[in-house]
């Protein structure tokens, strides 16, 4: 995630010098060229930052799945012993 932001600020960083080497010394075309970098910027950090929360969301859910899987598994062991227990229980017909 660390990673992610520090992209999004180097873009931001190269965007703002783009602009500034853009304009003819222009401040308000400056200042708004860095306005729509900025913004294009946190776009592209608040999608980073979905992609990130996506991802360990996924990671949580593989764990979670694999730890009941185990309990399912071992469920379905006990299942099956108690099922051998009743069958052998059961009289011949």
Same mark, same amino acid.
């Given at each position: 995630?660390?990673?992610?932001?520090?992209? +999004?600020?180097?873009?931001? /960083?190269?965007? /703002?010098?783009? +602009?500034? +080497?853009?304009?003819?010394?222009?401040?308000?075309?400056?200042? %708004?060229?860095? %306005?729509?970098? &900025?913004?294009?910027?946190? /776009?592209? +950090?608040?999608?980073?930052?979905?992609?990130?929360?996506?991802?360990? &969301?996924?990671?949580?859910?593989?764990?979670?799945?694999?730890?009941? /899987?185990?309990? &399912?598994?071992?469920?379905?062991?006990?299942? !099956?012993? !108690?099922? &051998?227990?009743?069958?052998?229980?059961?009289?011949?017909?």
């Amino acid at each position: 995630m660390k990673a992610s932001l520090l992209l +999004a600020l180097v873009c931001t /960083a190269v965007l /703002a010098a783009g +602009a500034r +080497a853009d304009s003819p010394r222009e401040p308000e075309t400056l200042v %708004q060229k860095v %306005q729509e970098y &900025a913004q294009k910027a946190t /776009a592209m +950090a608040k999608s980073a930052f979905s992609v990130v929360q996506e991802s360990e &969301a996924a990671q949580q859910a593989r764990r979670w799945l694999s730890d009941k /899987a185990d309990l &399912a598994k071992q469920r379905l062991v006990w299942l !099956k012993e !108690k099922l &051998a227990e009743l069958w052998k229980q059961m009289p011949a017909a």
